[in-house]
């Protein structure tokens, strides 16, 4: 039986070791912290989920079978954390982002519809409704329920016999021999996948540089009492903007409003604190009041740093590393919702099933019109 040894304990862990246990596999996997961590990238109370990636097409084109990896995922655990309320873009500028978006949802099948500015302030009363050209809501769209999902992700790998190693920080990978050294003892795989998230290139050298660590800061809001209605019938809203993007996940499903920015600081230490201090929240704080109107009556629940890492193209680098080694550095600032697809793929890679280098091309967002090959086992 080939044995597998993975690295970190996020979605991307989580989901490889899912994906090669349903395959008979033998799966032990190290997680520095405990299961889930909160310090994890993957550790947070929503996630967005969507098909449109406006003019990176070849992520847009990765969702329908993202959605079916989710779907296979709520069958197992029996329950469903994704809910699906749509996403509305406010676009105060467009670079590319309306032709890139609708090139690819229509060729999904994907629908999508203008909202006329004039009704804007009618139907979204929180939005400054000032500055923007075009505002367009899509279907195929909604947020996932990330700690909930790591939660159940768990409970399925304990009752699938997978080997959870808590408190376990890996300090040694040997990816030609499938090896690593956690807590000063030596343990032998046929595999192993370092999936480390933020902290990946202290394992993998050649990712320094590359996949950059990026400390990035959120606000929990609660909306003042006349809002809150309005609030809690939003949609997903993401702005875009020439400075860049705003996100914000209304509340829902017992979550809180967030509100966080899409520029990234490329900088800080994965291991330091997850408060958002004042230096953090620089630009998000400008940013959301352009965005909404009265913000100074908000209160603010928390203020939150994360972390994510950065390419230059924002894609993701899911590749063999040795005879025996694999790296899944999906842990970028929109990783989550390709997370449960990318343990996925990488487990049919392992198995025998796909190319590593149809993978690798996938996971890149390089290809425009995959062709699957298989569906995904229920
Ligand atoms: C503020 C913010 C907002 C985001 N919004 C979205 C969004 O709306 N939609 C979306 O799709 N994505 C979003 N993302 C991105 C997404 O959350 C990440 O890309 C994804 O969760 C990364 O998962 P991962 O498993 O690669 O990394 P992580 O979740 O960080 O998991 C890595 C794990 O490895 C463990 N580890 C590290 N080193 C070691 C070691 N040496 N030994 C043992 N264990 C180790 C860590 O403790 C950690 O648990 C957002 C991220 C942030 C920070």
Same mark, same amino acid.
């Given at each position: 039986?080939?044995?597998?040894? $993975?690295?970190?304990?996020? $979605? +991307?862990?989580?989901?490889?070791?899912? !994906?090669?246990?349903? /395959?008979?596999?033998?799966?032990?996997?190290?997680?520095?912290?405990?299961?889930?961590?909160?310090?994890?990238?993957?550790?947070?109370?929503?996630?967005?989920?969507?098909? !449109?990636?406006?003019?990176?097409?070849?992520? %847009?084109?990765?969702?329908?079978? +993202?959605?079916?990896?989710?779907?296979?995922?709520?069958? !197992?655990?029996?329950?469903?954390?994704?809910?699906?309320?749509?996403?509305?873009?406010?676009?105060?500028? @467009?670079?590319?982002?309306? #032709?890139?978006?609708?090139?690819?949802?229509?060729?999904?099948?994907?629908?999508? /519809? &203008?909202?006329?500015?004039?009704?804007?302030?009618?139907?979204?009363? *929180?939005?400054?409704? &000032?500055?923007?050209?075009?505002?367009?809501?899509?279907?195929?769209?909604? *947020?996932?329920?990330?700690?909930?999902?790591?939660?159940?992700?768990?409970?399925?790998?304990? /009752?699938?016999?997978?080997?959870?190693?808590?408190?376990?920080?890996?300090?040694?990978?040997?990816?030609?021999?499938?090896?690593?050294?956690? &807590?000063?003892?030596?343990?032998?795989?046929?595999?192993?996948?370092? %999936?480390?998230? !933020?902290?990946? &290139?202290?394992?993998?050298?050649?990712?320094?540089?590359?996949?950059?660590?990026?400390?990035?800061?959120?606000?929990?809001?609660?909306?003042?009492? @006349?809002?809150?209605?309005?609030?809690? +019938?939003?949609?997903? *809203?993401?702005?875009?903007?020439?400075?860049?993007?705003?996100?914000?996940?209304?509340?829902?499903?017992?979550? /809180?409003?967030?509100?966080?920015?899409?520029?990234?600081?490329?900088? #800080?230490?994965? @291991? #330091? @604190?997850?408060?958002?201090?004042?230096?953090?929240?620089?630009?998000?704080?400008?940013?959301?009041? %352009?965005?909404?109107?009265?913000?100074?009556?908000?209160?603010?629940?928390?203020?939150?740093?994360?972390?994510?890492?950065?390419?230059?193209?924002?894609?993701?680098?899911?590749?063999?590393?040795?005879?025996?080694?694999?790296?899944?550095?999906?842990?970028?600032?929109?990783?989550?919702?390709? #997370?449960?697809?990318?343990?996925?793929?990488?487990?049919?890679?392992?198995?025998?099933?796909?190319?590593?280098?149809?993978?690798?091309?996938?996971?890149?967002?390089?290809?425009?019109?995959?062709?699957?090959?298989?569906?995904?086992? +229920?």
């Amino acid at each position: 039986m080939t044995k597998a040894l $993975i690295v970190g304990g996020g $979605i +991307a862990g989580l989901s490889t070791a899912w !994906a090669l246990a349903r /395959r008979g596999m033998e799966v032990e996997l190290f997680e520095q912290g405990p299961l889930p961590n909160p310090r994890a990238s993957s550790y947070d109370e929503h996630r967005i989920t969507r098909h !449109a990636y406006g003019t990176m097409e070849g992520y %847009a084109h990765l969702m329908p079978e +993202a959605f079916r990896v989710w779907d296979s995922l709520w069958r !197992a655990i029996g329950t469903t954390h994704y809910e699906p309320c749509g996403a509305v873009y406010f676009l105060r500028h @467009d670079d590319g982002w309306y #032709g890139g978006m609708s090139r690819s949802l229509d060729a999904m099948g994907i629908g999508y /519809r &203008d909202i006329p500015l004039d009704d804007v302030e009618r139907r979204f009363p *929180m939005v400054q409704a &000032d500055g923007l050209e075009r505002v367009v809501a899509t279907d195929g769209a909604g *947020m996932l329920f990330p700690v909930r999902i790591l939660t159940d992700l768990v409970v399925l790998l304990g /009752r699938l016999g997978v080997r959870l190693r808590t408190g376990a920080p890996v300090s040694e990978v040997d990816p030609e021999r499938g090896r690593v050294v956690a &807590d000063g003892a030596v343990h032998e795989g046929d595999v192993v996948v370092v %999936a480390a998230g !933020a902290w990946a &290139d202290r394992l993998v050298p050649g990712l320094r540089g590359v996949a950059v660590p990026s400390r990035q800061a959120v606000l929990y809001l609660s909306p003042p009492a @006349d809002l809150a209605e309005a609030w809690a +019938a939003a949609p997903v *809203m993401l702005e875009v903007r020439p400075e860049g993007g705003l996100y914000t996940l209304p509340p829902r499903r017992g979550t /809180r409003l967030k509100v966080g920015d899409h520029v990234f600081s490329r900088s #800080g230490d994965p @291991d #330091g @604190d997850r408060i958002a201090h004042a230096g953090d929240l620089q630009r998000l704080w400008p940013a959301a009041r %352009a965005a909404y109107r009265d913000l100074h009556r908000y209160s603010v629940l928390e203020p939150k740093a994360c972390f994510y890492t950065v390419t230059e193209t924002e894609g993701f680098l899911v590749n063999p590393t040795g005879a025996a080694g694999w790296l899944v550095s999906a842990c970028s600032g929109h990783g989550f919702k390709l #997370g449960a697809l990318m343990g996925e793929l990488v487990g049919r890679a392992i198995a025998g099933e796909m190319p590593a280098t149809e993978v690798t091309e996938l996971a890149a967002g390089r290809v425009t019109h995959p062709r699957w090959r298989q569906a995904v086992a +229920a």
